[in-house]
């Protein structure tokens, strides 16, 4: 996609400019600060415990998967059983998942990866990728498909009272678009993340048209 320089202007008019875009973006800040705060309002529902999970460290349940923490974030991979493909949507954004945990955990939040392939599918991929992450295969349980995520991807939050799990929030689509850090970067640049729906919120190479697993570029 070739992408059109912007004008040139004097200092005068591009800090006239910045101004008037800074009263956007300060706009946006504050909606968006509106809908978290109304995402964390939302209800939640009891969710049920006796998933079996396995990692390169055993088997574990969902009450696992909080490592003593009250919140859990997971991340359902969309990696099937049998299926070779291997999601870079999935790989971008879970590239983008902080390395160094201890921010995550001293707000009370445990993070993981889920995926349905068998462990033995998927942890030679996780290898080959170099993620840290704790990583859990769902195979055999119907953890994924409760979650909604059934045959894609998706984001789900889980909240501890004792040994009570509750539901929290779910989300998919664009909804995973605001984990992934290094489109915040791209967004601040001249030529953006050079995919043709930016400008008009449409078109036929919709966001993630050019992502790669990241040894593949």
């Known amino acids: 996609m070739n992408a059109a320089l912007p004008e040139v202007v004097s200092q005068e008019e591009w800090a006239s400019a910045r101004e008037k875009l800074l009263v956007e973006e300060k706009a946006a800040l504050r909606a968006l600060d509106r809908v978290n705060a109304q995402r964390r309002r939302l209800p939640m529902v009891r969710w049920d415990t006796s998933y ?26 969309m990696m099937f059983p049998g299926d070779p493909h291997r999601c870079s949507g999935c790989a971008f954004l ?6 160094q945990q201890e921010a995550l955990h001293n707000r009370d939040v445990s993070l993981v990866v889920t995926a349905p392939a068998p462990l033995s599918e998927s942890e030679p991929f996780r290898e080959r990728m170099g993620w840290t992450v704790p990583w859990y295969s769902t195979h055999g349980s119907t953890f994924t498909a ?30 995973g678009d605001l984990l992934v850090g290094t489109l915040r970067y791209l967004d601040l640049t001249p030529f953006g993340r050079q995919e043709a729906w930016e400008e008009s919120g449409r078109g036929t190479d919709g966001p993630g048209s050019w992502w790669r697993l990241h040894d593949e570029y």
């Open 94 to 99: 879970v590239d983008n998942m902080p390395r």
């Open 146 to 175: 409760d979650c909604g995520a059934g045959q894609g991807f998706g984001v789900s939050v889980f909240l501890r009272d004792g040994d009570d799990v509750y539901r929290t929030y779910y989300t998919t689509g664009r909804g």
């Open 52 to 77: 079996v999970f396995r990692s390169v460290d055993g088997e574990a349940s969902l009450l696992d998967l909080f490592d003593g923490r009250r919140q859990l974030i997971t991340y359902h991979y």
